[in-house]
């Protein structure tokens, strides 16, 4: 995924809001299934791997509303997450782990709850936002032989939240986002002019 949460603080700007939390707390006031927005401006990266995609948006009409926009950017990460889990589930043939998510937007329970309402698995919110440096600093200190082995470190205490999948239409929010997908990715015809 080349953009991502990227996306926000760009719509929020385009929205006029201070900042994201107000652009995600706009979002949340919408339920999912407006319009479809592909992050994609700088291309896409995993799963699509095209440099040629281009950023839109996609099913917009004269109802849809700025909490609808706002929404469609927020599901958009979500969409990206879901596909590149699928292609792992694909690829690997087994089933999904725990996923643990750490990093700025992972820390915004309405953005996890989008991944896991759509993933359909719960997803494990750490309260520390660097925990891939956590994990590194557990490693070393197993290396170092602060701890036996793995088992004692999974021992120590965590401060985690689970998030776990509500029902929502996942199928119709996919097709949304899979149609804009495929127009983010077509390349038009050339016009000639004679």
Partial sequence: MLVSAASLPWMAGILGLPDVAALVDLAATAEPGGPGFVPAFVGLGAPYWNSDARALFAQ????????????????????QVHDVIAA??????????????????????????????????????????EASALGAAYLAGLSL??????DAIETLPRNTEVIRPEEIDRIGLLNTWNDALARSTSRPTAVKCE
């Fill in 60 to 79: 917009i009409n004269f109802s849809t509303t700025r909490a609808q926009m706002a929404r469609s950017v927020t599901d958009s990460i979500a969409c």
């Fill in 88 to 129: 792992m589930r694909a690829q690997s043939g087994g089933k999904l782990g725990a996923l643990y998510v750490d990093g700025g937007p992972s820390q915004n329970r309405f953005l996890m709850q989008c991944v896991s309402n759509l993933i359909e698995h719960a997803v494990i919110q750490c309260e520390a936002p």
């Fill in 145 to 150: 032989g602060l701890w036996k082995d793995l």
